[in-house]
Nanobody
Framework: QLQLVESGGGLVQPGGSLRLSCVVSGFILDYYAIGWFRQAPGKEREGVSCISTSDGSTYYADSVKGRFTISRDNAKNTVYLQMNSLKPEYTAVYYC??????????????????WGQGTQVTVSS
């Protein structure tokens, strides 16, 4: 059974850092692109970043460029999202999802297939 499980969320002060992990099972990560999304209360789910497979292409939402870094470790079936210089407006539930071999810069959630349960990130002093 295909499954994605996020972890690493928590409470952090503005300017702090967190690293989220997305562990996949039931499929070989090497053949799938993975995206990160977030959903704040009362708002729609929005794309944050994604990473493709063979060429490792990465894309970021403008709001997180220069602050977030996505990476993958296929041997560990894990995709990471390193989040630095966090802002209160980044508070949301963060999700990972798979989208086939390649992902694109639009980060369109409708293109993604399977989703994890999410991990809460709260940025507050």
């Amino acid at each position: 059974q295909l499954q994605l499980v996020e972890s690493g969320g928590g409470l952090v002060q503005p300017g702090g850092s967190l690293r989220l992990s997305c562990v996949v099972s039931g499929f070989i990560l090497d053949y799938y692109a993975i995206g990160w999304f977030r959903q704040a209360p009362g708002k729609e789910r929005e794309g944050v970043s994604c990473i493709s497979t063979s060429d490792g292409s990465t894309y970021y939402a403008d709001s997180v460029k220069g602050r977030f870094t996505i990476s993958r470790d296929n041997a560990k079936n894990t995709v990471y999202l390193q989040m630095n210089s966090l802002k209160p407006e980044y508070t949301a539930v963060y999700y990972c999802a798979d989208v086939g071999v390649f992902c694109g810069p639009l980060l369109d959630r409708d293109e993604y297939d399977n989703w994890g349960q999410g991990t809460q990130v709260t940025v507050s002093s």
